[in-house]
């Protein structure tokens, strides 16, 4: 169950369905590592409203995890950056 944003430097709680990104993912798209029991299936994953304007859902790793949206011209930014 989704409970709070995937960002881990992000304290906003999953309320409703009307902000943010919600990803499914299903436990194939996992590209690295051992999958672990409780990632088999499929599973929800939310970013705030906030963090969805910058971040997105990578699964290239072991494990699923926030990274910067790649625009040109802009500079990376910090997780912490984040709307608390």
């Known amino acids: 169950m989704v409970a ?3 960002n881990p430097a992000c304290a906003a709680t999953f309320q ?3 902000g943010g990104k919600l990803f499914l993912v299903n436990s194939r798209d996992y590209r690295g590592g051992r999958i672990s029991v ?3 299936g499929a599973e929800y994953f939310w970013l705030c409203d906030s963090c ?3 971040m997105t859902l990578n699964l290239k790793g072991p ?3 926030v ?3 790649q625009a040109s011209g802009e ?3 910090s997780l ?4 608390k």
């Open 52 to 54: 969805a304007q910058s």
């Open 80 to 83: 912490s950056e984040c709307a």
């Open 4 to 6: 709070k944003c995937l």
């Open 16 to 18: 409703h369905l009307r």
């Open 38 to 40: 409780r990632h088999r």
């Open 63 to 65: 494990e699923p995890e």
């Open 67 to 69: 990274i910067p949206l």
């Open 75 to 77: 500079e990376e930014f």
